[in-house]
């Protein structure tokens, strides 16, 4: 497949050449003539390292579910139409029953290993604190290559601080499927667990670090904690909730990651630090889609928009998140990297997904866009 009429994004800018590719991976630039994308912007594919939107397609209302099959399939079309080729889908394994629970966690992990998706979809295991009667499931999930990233959670406390107020209490009870009592109960019989948190975490980190895994501590609130955190070995500081934390993560070299719908939206929605001010700082590393897919296309664009050179923009949603999540085959547009693409037409600084191109077959292709001629390989 040969990419032509294209505006190349790699390491050293915008080259206007026409690009090959051959066996799923890039070949590199040539002059012979291709699929004419008509002076498109030829971009890496979006790497993204921590979506929870897929939850809705799981269960679109509270208490209302699906099969995960239907599920994941409905999730990867909305992951190609964005332009995302790898997802780490944030599967939260807690002890709430439910979305969250050990019945989602196994439908998961059997529903993703059957590999016949075009988007790779990976597994960013977001290990709730509490959850200690599941420690030894989850690390030998690990031990098995079904989790490709860890991050240390706990919303427990959270959780049960909340249970006073009824409207969230009730949003709880109706996501694990179960009463209020009958959530309350559990929820104060997990948090009596204090105790058992360490060697459980202990146990997981194990597993995490003879994987070789990438680790993250998730909102961090302090700097004591991102070094509590990092000497456990998690290198990625995700979600930090204060300046000083991001500061302090950056000044150890670690990747900081923040929601790319702070940054379309111009604000937490949390109120807390704005990704965008962070990013144009250097204090903000990777985007995240956290729980809207298309803001990791729109966001780098309004970052360029305000000032942030392209590259230096797009490196948030692909080679630093491909970095972080030590993914040494993707991220860029080099020969012999992955062929993760996608073309964009940018139109009065706002993107339009024209291709996405995963690992050199065309994965999806807007409405009213012409198709390459001849024989291209099609994604399953």
């Known amino acids: ?63 209302v579910s699906f099969p995960v099959d239907l599920a ?4 990867e079309r909305q992951l190609l ?11 939260t394994f807690s002890w709430e029953p439910g979305l969250r629970g050990i019945g989602m966690w196994r439908a998961l992990l059997a529903a993703l290993a059957q590999d016949r998706f075009a988007c790779d979809m990976r597994v960013h295991l977001r290990w709730e604190a509490y959850n200690i009667d599941a420690a030894a499931e989850a690390a030998a999930a690990i031990r098995a290559g ?17 249970l006073g107020d009824a409207a969230t209490a009730a949003k709880y009870a109706e996501r694990a499927g179960m009463s209020v009592d009958a959530f309350r109960e559990v929820a104060l019989a997990a948090s ?7 060697a459980a975490r202990r146990m997981v980190t194990q597993a995490a670090r003879e994987a070789a895994l990438p680790m993250a501590s998730h909102d961090d609130a302090t700097v004591e904690d991102r070094a509590f955190f990092r000497a456990l070995g998690a290198a990625i500081c995700e979600f930090p ?24 939206r111009g604000r937490s929605h949390l109120g807390w630090a704005s990704a965008a001010a962070l ?22 664009f309004g970052l360029a928009g305000e000032g942030m050179p392209l590259a230096e923009a797009w490196a948030l949603v692909s080679s630093n998140p491909a970095c972080a999540a030590r993914l040494a085959d993707r991220g860029g547009i080099a020969p012999g990297l992955r062929a993760d ?40």
């Open 192 to 198: 009596a667990r204090g105790t058992d948190v360490e």
């Open 1 to 63: 497949m040969i990419f032509a009429n294209v505006r190349v994004l790699t390491a050293d800018g915008l080259v206007e050449r026409n690009l090959a590719v051959a066996d799923g991976r890039i070949a590199g630039f040539t002059d012979a003539p291709g699929w004419d994308l008509r002076g498109a912007l030829l971009l890496p594919g979006i790497v993204d390292i921590h979506g929870d939107a897929f939850e809705r397609q799981l269960q679109p209302r509270p208490g």
């Open 341 to 380: 693409l996608i073309a964009v037409a940018a139109q009065n600084g706002a993107p339009r997904l024209l291709a996405t191109i995963a690992g050199g077959r065309l994965a999806w292709l807007a409405p009213g866009i012409e198709p390459p001629a001849g024989d291209l390989p099609a994604a399953a």
């Open 241 to 264: 909730m204060a300046e000083a934390v991001a500061i302090a993560a950056r000044e150890a070299d670690e990747a900081v990651v923040m929601g790319a719908p702070n940054v379309v």
């Open 146 to 162: 079904q989790v490709h990233l860890l991050a240390y959670n706990d919303h427990t406390p959270s959780i049960v601080k909340k």
């Open 279 to 300: 990013a144009r700082r250097g204090l903000c590393t990777v985007l995240a889609s956290d729980y809207y897919y298309p803001c990791l296309l729109e966001a780098p």
């Open 72 to 75: 994941l399939a409905e999730t």
């Open 81 to 91: 139409a964005n332009g995302i080729t790898t997802a780490f889908h944030g599967v």
